[in-house]
């Protein structure tokens, strides 16, 4: 049974930095693709970031990618994310989410094979 358990979310100010991860079991993590996702209040889920198993990375939006690093660590099978220089309009549930490798590791959420539960980020001003 895959599970992907994410943890990290915190409440903080403006300006403060968490680090999420994304502790997988069940399944060979090294041969998976693994991105974040956020859903904001009232919004709709959004792609943050995805990295292949050989540690390319993407992100959704290039302002994201100066303040947020998504990595993976295969011997721990754990996927992370770093955010710095929060802002309120970072406040979001964030989700990680694994897709077996198939030559391409693209940020889309219906793409997704297995989801976590998530876990919540909210940012004060």
């Known amino acids: 049974q895959v599970q992907l358990v994410e943890s990290g979310g915190d409440s903080v100010e403006a300006g403060g930095s968490l680090r999420l991860s994304c502790a997988a079991s069940?399944?060979?993590?090294?041969?998976?693709?693994m991105a974040w996702f956020r859903q904001a209040p009232g919004k709709e889920r959004e792609g943050v970031a995805v990295?292949?198993?050989?540690?390319?990375?993407?992100y959704k939006y290039s302002s994201l990618r100066g303040r947020f690093t998504i990595s993976r660590d295969n011997a721990k099978n754990t996927l992370y994310l770093q955010l710095n220089s929060l802002t309120p309009e970072d406040t979001a549930m964030y989700f990680c989410a694994a897709r077996r490798y198939a030559g391409a590791c693209l940020l889309q959420g219906d793409d997704m094979d297995y989801w976590g539960k998530g876990t919540l980020v909210t940012i004060s001003p």
């Open positions: 990295i292949s198993p050989s540690e390319l990375t993407a």
């Open positions: 069940g399944l060979t993590f090294s041969n998976y693709c």
